[in-house]
């Protein structure tokens, strides 16, 4: 079970209980925290600091294929760049890990073999998450027997804004507990949960049923991570532990596709948690197309010249 699972027996001891803890939340003042995100957006990171950035925001990247055409060629070399993102320069970081999904963990884990990338499986009837319990925990067993080192979970959102907390809750922890030794990235499709109110009951509910990592989207919605919800999630990590000692990653997926973007979520994250998150075991970006992005502005720190898309691989 769960680390804090103890701490949050009484708030997690019928729907009442949890619905009375997490309504009782202080309530997001939307405005304040559009404002603040937008702000720290501004902060103008050069030279030293950027090179800097870059590397830390290539080595916290989930490179990421989740498509159904996705092939073991394709698999592979998505693994390939991963441990060697930029062929010609092996000072480039590795990234964080490879997210697949179930049926194309074992081809990832054999390409990965011998290298510290790790490989990640959506699991839980991603993206969807309507699916029955069985059928979700199946999902997560066969992605971790075939070698899954992470788990990217979708919670069932329909019963969340039912008011359904016990259920989202409850199925969080059977994930948990059916990915042994695997880290739990717990996914709340931010764009769906309609209020910042809701994303912060979100984001504690999945902490408090063992959440290692909550993550704003799937990156299969029109609305995914954005400066203003990635924000309030961190807010939500940095009280957690503040609470209970517990320390939980943040990944922000879908619609970072540029360094400009990156950088400043890492401004979120230095402003807002500290030091302490900037690594990639507390914090990722589930992204495909941002790592050229981060590629492209690293050769041209280093070379003084853009090289543009036709010097970095296609995924």
Not at 110 to 126: E, I, P, Q, R, Y
Not at 260 to 281: M, P, Q, R, S, Y
């Amino acid at each position: 079970m769960p680390t804090n699972a103890t701490a949050f027996a009484d708030v997690t001891a019928s729907d009442s209980t949890l619905r009375r803890f997490l309504h009782g939340l202080p309530g997001v003042d939307p405005v304040g925290l559009e404002a603040r995100a937008a702000s720290l957006g501004t902060r103008s990171i050069k030279t030293t600091a950027k090179a800097y950035a870059i590397d830390l925001a290539i080595s916290m990247i989930d490179l990421t294929t989740l498509e159904g055409a996705d092939t073991p060629g394709k698999v592979r070399a998505l693994a390939a760049k991963a441990v060697r993102p930029d062929p010609i320069d092996r000072t480039t970081p590795h990234t964080a890990a490879v997210c697949v999904y179930p049926d194309m963990v074992a081809t990832a884990k054999a390409a990965l073999a011998g290298t510290d990338v790790k490989v990640a499986s959506v699991a839980t009837a991603f993206p969807a998450g309507r699916a029955a319990l069985e059928v979700k925990l199946a999902d997560t067993r066969d992605a971790v027997a075939a070698g899954a080192d992470e788990v990217d979970m979708v919670i069932d959102r329909g019963a969340f804004l039912a008011g359904n907390y016990l259920k989202v809750h409850d199925e969080i922890r059977a994930v948990k507990e059916a990915c042994g030794q695997a880290r739990l990235k717990v996914i709340f499709e931010t764009g769906e949960l309609s209020t910042y109110d809701n994303i912060r009951r979100a984001s504690w509910l999945g902490m408090i049923a063992g959440a290692d990592f909550i993550k704003t989207s799937t990156g299969k919605v029109a609305v995914n991570a954005t400066p203003a919800n990635t924000l309030l999630m961190l807010e939500a990590v940095r009280d957690f532990r503040a609470q209970t000692g517990v320390q939980v990653g943040v990944k922000p997926a879908g619609g970072i596709r540029t360094t400009k973007d990156a950088i400043k979520f890492l401004v979120l994250v230095n402003e807002t948690v500290g030091e302490d998150w900037l690594d990639n075991h507390w914090f990722r970006f589930g992204a495909s197309s941002l790592l050229n992005d981060l590629l492209m502005q690293r050769q041209k720190l280093a070379t003084g010249r853009y090289s543009g898309p036709d010097y970095v691989t296609v995924d």
